[in-house]
């Protein structure tokens, strides 16, 4: 089978860029042919507002060149504009709610306008897939009948060091922006015990002011990005991985986590509540009461046995999370088209 993947990413720590790397170690390890367009190999024009429209229209092109593909598969429906009118079959992913994803980011008529071109997308496409829960049941009720395929990981290729900075120790990893609940975090290192250190992991529009907090607070440790051979033994070296976006679908970070034995300390949205069992692997929480958030990481960072159990649970709950589970969907699902 040949397979052509558009992503506005590959590369990096975001959930998106470890799902289509994932995927196309899967496939390739089932022998099919993949080819990867993305913002790493193609024209964008590297300014905040067109950095997006530029990668769609150099997308768009590129795949009309990319002939004799049975499959093109979009993740993100800003990708999907590039396989519009292609004879191959179409399969769209969406990683968490669209629309509702650039509302909270940009506003209502960026939201308004985002509706409309989400709805294009999902029309191109003969099949859609939904990273989580959440966003099936959201397609399904607008009448599209998506798929539920969510994200997953390679368990055997994570690092097994540790790296534990800091004797009592908790971590961040992911984009540095507002869905992803940083500024909870820049409130949260506000009253954190000295004691506590938080170790920040990532890079985004919200950079310079995690770099302030973490210059205010010594208790505050930001690394910037990291590769994912660096970022793991981080994680191991952790008490508990906090997690507090506004938005969320099936974080591959919190998979991570799990697949480490690592509690987690997330929000109560989205794909999130799919991962976390309340007080059975983790605490879900409002991401905006700062006060019970630091309440339960105190928690965990004086109760090892509480930890340990978390971290067994997350362990049992992981493996149907694996790429050999989860890619098997997406190859049953490609065949069902072509068939």
């Keep these: 089978m040949k397979i052509l993947i558009i992503s506005t990413t590959q590369s990096g720590i975001g959930g ?45 092109i590129k795949t009309k060149f990319s002939k004799n593909y049975d499959i093109i598969h979009a993740h993100h429906p800003m990708a999907a504009l590039a396989f519009k009118g292609s004879s191959a079959k179409k399969v769209v992913t969406f990683h968490g709610i669209f629309s509702n994803q650039i509302g909270m980011l940009h ?8 509706n409309k071109y989400e709805e294009n997308a999902l029309n191109w496409a003969d099949a859609i897939t939904t990273g989580s829960k959440d966003s099936f049941n959201y397609y399904s009720n607008q009448g599209h009948h998506p798929h539920y395929i969510p994200n997953a990981i390679e368990i055997d290729s994570l690092p097994l060091d540790i790296n534990q900075k800091y004797e009592k120790q908790i971590i961040f990893v992911g984009r540095l922006s507002k869905e992803k609940g940083i500024e909870s975090l820049i409130r949260l290192s506000k009253i954190l015990p000295k004691n506590i250190h938080l170790v920040i992991v990532g890079s985004g529009p919200l950079e310079n002011e ?17 590769p994912k051979n660096e970022v793991i033994p981080l994680i191991r070296g ?34 999130n509540k799919e991962l976390i069992i309340n007080n059975e692997n983790g605490f879900l929480v409002n991401p905006e009461a700062i006060d019970e958030i630091n309440e339960k990481i105190i928690n965990l960072s004086e109760n090892k046995i ?17 790429w050999e589970h989860i890619g098997k969907k997406y190859l049953d699902l490609y065949e069902s088209l072509l068939t």
């Design 16 to 60: 998106t860029a470890k799902h289509v790397q994932g995927l196309t170690n899967y496939l390739e390890s089932k022998n099919h042919f993949v080819k990867i367009i993305s913002s790493d190999n193609t024209f964008t024009i590297p300014i905040k507002k067109l950095k997006n429209p530029s990668f769609m229209l150099s997308a768009l």
């Design 107 to 114: 506003g209502k008529t960026a939201q308004n306008l985002s």
């Design 210 to 226: 995690v770099k302030k907090t973490a210059k205010d607070h010594s208790n505050i440790d930001f690394l910037g990005y990291l």
């Design 238 to 271: 952790s008490f508990a991985l906090i997690q507090p976006s506004l938005a969320e679908g099936i974080s591959t970070t919190m998979l991570e986590a799990m697949a480490c034995g690592i509690p987690i300390i997330a929000s109560n949205v989205g794909g």
């Design 306 to 322: 509480l930890v340990k159990n978390f971290g067994q649970k997350s362990s049992e709950l992981i493996k149907n999370f694996e």
